[in-house]
């Protein structure tokens, strides 16, 4: 399935256009995400808030994984996440890119945030595809 094709079936996530995540790129097991520093998203130091860079993290992963998951539209979600955050991000460009590591009912995927090509923070997010004969 095209780059193109596989971003139009994922989903609309309410919240990114709060935050102004948009997918900048997706293929089975890769996602990129990008968006824009903001004063409204800041903590009180001016620095973009942690919980947005984590937030764009999760994000990220889901974009990848949904390109491995079957096109029958399985579900999946986040069951656990951890974030290191290695520098502060005052302005420009965030971006986060997820590589799937690994296949199958559980997947882990690890993300990478970059703001103006420097590494500010890293993630491992783990997901379930959720059986929806038992859900």
């Known amino acids: 399935m095209a780059d193109s094709d596989m971003k ?3 989903p609309v996530v309410p919240f990114w256009d709060f935050l102004g995540i948009e997918i900048a ?5 890769y996602g990129k995400l990008t968006m ?14 942690g919980g ?3 937030t764009l993290a999760d ?5 990848a994984i949904a390109g491995i ?14 974030i290191n955050y290695l520098a502060p991000v005052a302005d420009g460009i965030i971006e986060a890119e997820a590589r799937v590591l ?5 997947v882990p995927a690890e993300v990478d945030i970059y703001n103006e090509n420097k590494l500010v923070a890293k993630a491992i997010a783990t997901y ?3 059986d929806e004969k038992k859900e």
Request: net charge positive; charged share 35%.
């Open 8 to 10: 139009k079936k994922f």
């Open 25 to 29: 790129e997706m293929r089975p097991g």
């Open 36 to 49: 824009r520093t903001e004063e409204r998203l800041t903590n009180p130091y001016g620095y973009t808030h």
């Open 52 to 54: 947005v860079l984590s």
């Open 59 to 63: 994000s990220a992963a889901a974009v």
């Open 69 to 82: 998951t079957d096109a029958d539209g399985k579900r999946f979600v986040t069951i656990e996440m951890k």
């Open 102 to 106: 690994r296949e199958g009912r559980v």
């Open 128 to 130: 379930i595809i959720l």
